[in-house]
């Protein structure tokens, strides 16, 4: 059974947003709240289009301050396998960086699970050297 596009919208706009700090964007991502299993294809797009758009507004928002990198805020806490499809995140990876090239500052995924440990060892092998040299693992 799929989720509700208007219920999908709320859950994307309360955890996935951009805010401005320290002079740079930052956007959060909690991701917790996120069942791909239960999304259509067009509801895994809609969640791709959104991290596309909170992405520009970071890059508008360090633009402001004459910098061309943005941060990421990933939230991990309490991930769960249902919160994870391989096949959505190498879309989102590949997307996210051809669109967005070399506009990361760094990102830091924030975890308190077992299971992210397991999934990190298959995804990292999916991410740019470059990019996953900016990655912070920080343990809740």
């Not at 294809?41 to 890059?59: A, F, G, Y």
């Not at 928002?61 to 995140?89: A, D, G, M, Q």
Request: with cysteine; hydrophobic share 40%.
């Amino acid at each position: 059974m799929s989720v509700d596009n208007n219920k999908l919208i709320d859950i994307m706009r309360k955890n996935i947003y951009t805010c401005e700090k320290d002079r740079y964007g930052h956007i959060f991502i909690v991701v917790n709240n996120f069942t791909p299993a239960k999304y259509t294809k067009k509801q895994k797009l809609m969640v791709l289009e959104h991290i596309i758009q909170v992405t520009q507004e970071s890059l508008v928002i360090s633009n402001t301050y004459n910098n061309k990198t943005s941060y990421v805020h990933l939230n991990l806490k309490n991930f769960r396998r249902e919160n994870f499809n391989l096949k959505l995140f190498k879309k989102i990876n590949t997307i996210i960086s051809e669109t967005f090239d070399d506009t990361l500052e760094s990102m830091f995924i924030y975890s308190d699970s077992k299971i992210f440990s397991s999934v990190w060892k298959i995804i990292k092998n999916f991410i740019e050297i470059d990019t996953r040299d900016k990655i912070i693992l920080v343990n809740c």
